[in-house]
């Protein structure tokens, strides 16, 4: 069946770089752009970034421009997030997703990520 | 950027009742509107998409409907499993942007 499964929390202290991954499997991995979507405790869904595996071509929500670094390894069907310079409020549990299409939603979702910054 | 806003907020119902979630797009945004369940600690889970379309699996009672800038999510007969936050998303520019939720209590 089609899968995503990222991988473990993380602990990082304000300034420093974590990167999550997200391994597909039961599909064409560059058939689907990969979506990364996050949300902080309390609060609501929020678009990080995505990526078309097989363009390469991605894009940033505004606020994340410059922070993020998306890549993947084709090889292995996995698409990484990399979020640098982290601050507290970047505390938060980060989601990849398949993106079905332009109409069609986010599905499935990885089992989420989560990330504390903290000193 | 899009701005999806979702009302209520918050909603109290009963099992057994028939609820009605609002989400309304800053411009138009066609049926490019996806809906999504979120249960605290799991991954969000697809419920519509293109607006009204039902996704595979997902029980009859929830339904969709709207288009252009307003959008309505219903569910019936509230079962128990259905308390959770509910989000809608919007796909016409790859900002994807969610409402703010509307988080469905007992």
């Known amino acids: 069946q089609v899968q995503l499964v990222q991988s473990g929390a993380e602990v990082k202290k304000p300034g420093a770089s974590v990167k999550v991954s997200c391994k597909a499997s039961g599909y064409t991995f560059s058939s689907f752009d990969i979506i990364w979507v996050r949300q902080a405790t309390g609060q609501g869904l929020e678009l990080v970034a995505w990526?078309?595996?097989?363009?390469?071509?991605?894009g940033y929500a505004q606020r994340f421009q410059g922070r993020v670094t998306l890549t993947k390894n084709t090889s292995i069907s996995t698409a990484y997030m990399e979020l640098h310079s982290l601050r507290s409020d970047d505390t938060a549990v980060y989601f990849c997703a398949r993106n079905e299409g332009p109409r069609e939603g986010f599905d499935p979702w990885g089992q989420g990520t989560l990330v504390t910054v903290a000193s | 950027d899009i701005q999806m806003t979702q009302s209520p907020s918050s909603l109290s119902a009963s099992v057994g009742d028939r609820v009605t979630i609002t989400c309304r797009a800053s411009q138009s945004i066609s049926s490019y509107l996806t809906w999504y369940q979120h249960k605290s600690g799991k991954a969000p889970k697809l419920l519509i998409y293109s607006a009204s379309t039902l996704q595979s699996g997902v029980p009859s009672r929830f339904s969709g409907s709207g288009s252009g800038t307003d959008f309505t999510l219903t569910i019936n007969s509230l079962q128990p499993e259905d308390f959770a936050t509910y989000y809608c998303q919007q796909s016409v520019s790859t900002a994807y942007t969610f409402g703010q939720g509307t988080k469905l209590e007992i």
């Open positions: 990526m078309n595996p097989d363009s390469g071509d991605t």
